[in-house]
């Protein structure tokens, strides 16, 4: 039984510290004893606690506890199937202003370098965000938290992210022992916990690697990233991530990764297939021989959605393809532990009807029966939503909304409000002039908004819906993101936010003129850009609504066009409109000329396309069909590709080959003329698959006119020949 001796003075502490040449107890899995009153809770073995003195009253009231718990479940006695660690909390929003922490005294050798490493999770929740985890090294060995010879958070703070990392301080000893201290300091009114876990001290070690800038994620394309770092000396280079933020009860654990084992002082690790608005986290990773390895902090990469020309869905009244309101293209962000918003509220028209909040006020949409909000009952809630927009660089813009809010909490039954305030609910509207998706980035421009002049207690004098804007921010890029969040910050009775019917204000983003396809695949991705010269539809499938492919009259470069209105789209030959309903013009078909405009990007298998594409048609032309070997049909973006890799992706190309393979259920076969190009299923059939309504038999020798594509096979992008279902440009050779 672990015995234990309490002394109370301006500290509480309990439990003497064995003497040992390590961490006693260091990743927690050694016992835990219980802490007495006021602190319940438990305490890692070996570990000592201690309540410090309040901080001063900041009109809070009287001061509040720091309490102390075995993770992940609470009791003092450990799981051994699970990883335990300690936690330090407050949860003082009645209360406030307390502080405490844990330390420990280790035996060391005067003179010699030591390495203390640990991992920590800090999360706070408080009204002045003025919440505090900290980490301290007494090299005198001292059990004074207060006393000047403690070095606080000497290898940089503990950010308030509520993710797990690792963390490294060195240091020399000067006497025969060292005290490391884990502390927490709530000025006022607030919860939150530092976690910590694996706390070891390494004596002699190994030279370090410095992480001298970085890391910091540069987008590449819709789907991949670049990490780059820099390092003191050359080190290998390694990212870890994953989605799922490393918050859970296993320590800094990510499920993917990507590495270089060149020794570097200029880190690149590209990051491939990731999922467009997603947030993922990840670290990076450094080690050399005879070096001690290092690790980043958790950082987020948030991967966005290209921009849309306009601000879209504006008055959140949009429906889906099932005819049921959505948010799209809104992306929408939470913000744990707080409570999800409601999101999309309504139908509560402007006039008529019923309202939202019941027993509060009469919040409507201000423009439609929608709006974007929420309503919180003795909880917080948190989060937002986005959306980026094009824009020109070097010009202005802003956003004008309508908002309201409203809180209430009957305590004291203080007018107006009882104890709440008109400010603990705020609406905020941004722009981030970079285009940045992350609404916690310092680059974003708030305007912070809130409801006043309305009464609950005694009368009820309802909050009416305000307009405000935001300050005209100038584009630094092609792209702004536009922000919507709400600030709920007490659990009061009853809080609620609206905002509605915001007007996207600024000159409209001009697209650079394009003469050619060709010049327009060269372009970088994400640009916008509008072809002037007329090119030819070659391809109008039948089973992609919206899609079409155009090239060049010379037959030197296509592409595929994903176009916002597919009404003028015909699979049929193209024909002039007679004067009247639809007007007058040219269907949209193979054999049309069109000028088009939109978005440069690329599918979810890496064929290039024009997305978001406004185009006219005026016209019938024709263009060269390419007479292409099957060695030759190819880009740098498939993977296992011919070993020509001509970029003929998009051109309209005639082909001749024998089929190798048929496959009825999904309407394609393989076609091989001799070169051997391996089948898109590894030791199968070769050929390159074929798309068409009319399907040959296996065996038989055809030639065929089709358009150039890309699919995803099971991760792997191949090329794909859709041919236009014409039997006139399908023919089998006897």
């Known amino acids: 039984m672990l015995a234990r001796a309490c002394a109370l003075t301006l500290l509480l502490a309990c439990v003497p510290v064995a003497s040992s040449a390590i961490v006693v107890n260091g990743d927690f899995e050694g016992g835990w004893y219980d802490a007495v009153f006021p602190s319940n809770g438990c305490v890692g073995n070996g570990w000592v606690y201690y309540l410090g003195e309040q901080p001063p009253d900041c009109g809070a009231g009287k001061a509040g506890d720091v309490f102390f718990r075995r993770r992940p479940e609470g009791s003092c006695v450990p799981d051994p199937q699970r990883n335990n660690y300690q936690r330090i909390f407050v949860d003082q929003w009645q209360t406030g202003r307390s502080q405490g922490g844990i330390y420990q005294v280790i035996p060391v050798t005067p003179g010699k370098e030591y390495l203390l490493e640990f991992q920590a999770k800090f999360y706070t929740q408080s009204l002045l965000d003025n919440l505090s985890a900290r980490y301290g090294i007494d090299l005198t060995g001292g059990t004074d938290y207060r006393a000047g010879t403690v070095q606080w ?78 390092t003191d000396v050359p080190a290998t280079s390694r990212v870890e991530y994953s989605k799922d933020a490393p918050s859970g009860e296993d320590g800094p654990v990510y499920n993917l990764s990507a590495q270089k084992a060149a020794f ?93 909040s019941g027993e509060l006020a009469n919040f409507k949409a201000t423009d439609g029966s929608y709006f974007f909000g929420f309503e919180s009952v003795y909880i917080r809630k948190g989060g937002g939503i986005y959306q980026r927009v094009r824009t020109s660089p070097g010009e202005a813009y802003k956003v004008r909304f309508d908002f309201a809010t409203c809180n209430f909490d009957p305590h004291d039954s203080t007018p107006p409000l009882g104890r709440a305030r008109y400010e603990h609910t705020q609406a905020w509207v941004g722009l981030d002039p970079t285009g940045n998706t992350d609404p916690f980035a310092d680059t974003v ?52 936010g609206m905002v509605d019917n915001l007007r996207w204000i600024g000159p409209p983003a001009v697209p650079p003129d394009v003469t050619s396809v060709g010049r327009l695949k060269q372009m970088p991705q994400f640009s916008f850009a509008e072809l002037t010269q007329s090119a030819v539809v070659t391809l109008v499938p039948w089973d992609a609504p919206g899609v079409f492919y155009i090239q060049d009259p010379d037959g030197t470069a296509g592409i595929r066009v994903e ?36 978005t440069l990007t690329t599918t979810a298998a890496g064929e290039p396309v024009l997305r978001n594409a406004v185009f006219t048609a005026h016209g019938a032309g024709q263009t060269v069909i390419r007479h292409l070997g099957l060695r030759h049909i190819g880009g740098t973006h498939y993977q296992g590709a ?13 082909v001749t080959g024998r089929v190798t393979a048929v496959d009825y259920m999904e309407g ?46 099971g991760g792997v992008a191949i090329p794909v020949i859709r041919a236009r279902d014409d039997l006139s440009e399908l023919a089998v050779i006897e």
Request: hydrophobic share 35%; with cysteine; net charge neutral.
């Open 563 to 598: 176009a916002n209105d597919s009404s003028g789209l015909s699979a049929g030959p193209a024909v002039a409109r007679p004067c009247g309903n639809p007007p007058c013009g040219w269907s949209t078909s193979a054999g049309t000329l069109v000028r088009v405009k939109g």
């Open 264 to 356: 570097s002082t200029e880190h690149e690790v590209v990051l491939s297939g990731l999922s467009v608005a997603t947030t993922y986290h990840y670290r990076v990773l450094n080690s050399a021989p005879g070096r001690q390895a290092v690790t980043s902090l958790d950082r987020e990469l948030i991967v966005p959605t290209p921009p849309l020309q306009t601000l879209q869905n504006p008055s959140f009244e949009d429906r889906d393809q099932f005819n049921r309101p959505t948010l799209f293209p809104w992306q929408k962000w939470d913000e744990p532990p707080l409570y999800p918003l409601n999101g999309l509220v309504g139908p509560y028209p402007a006039t008529g009807g019923w309202a939202f």
């Open 153 to 230: 958070d000497p290898g940089g703070g503990v950010p308030p992210v509520n993710t797990w990392s690792n963390y490294q301080v060195r240091f020399t000893a000067t006497g025969s022992s060292v005290t490391v201290f884990f502390h927490i300091l709530l000025p006022c009114l607030g919860s939150g916990y530092l976690d910590v876990d694996e706390v070891r001290l390494i004596e002699d070690p190994l030279p370090p690697i410095r992480i001298i800038e970085g890391p910091r994620a540069v987008r590449q394309s819709d789907t991949s990233y670049v990490i780059r770092w820099r």
């Open 445 to 496: 421009r708030w305007k912070q908004v809130w409801t006043q002049d309305y009464s609950i207690y005694p009368s009820r004098v309802v909050p009416q819906s305000a307009t405000s804007e935001t300050d005209a921010i100038v584009a630094e890029g092609d792209s702004m993101t536009v922000f919507v969040r709400f600030l709920n910050m007490w659990p009061w009775r009853n809080s609620v």
């Open 642 to 654: 011919p070993s020509m890799r001509l970029s003929t992706s998009g051109l309209l190309v005639q």
């Open 668 to 713: 394609f076969f393989l076609l091989d003329d001799g070169s051997g190009i391996p089948g898109p299923d590894p030791g199968g059939p070769k050929g390159v698959r074929v798309r068409t309504t009319f399907l040959p038999a296996q065996g038989q020798f055809v030639t065929l006119v089709g358009v150039l594509s890309t699919e995803d096979a």
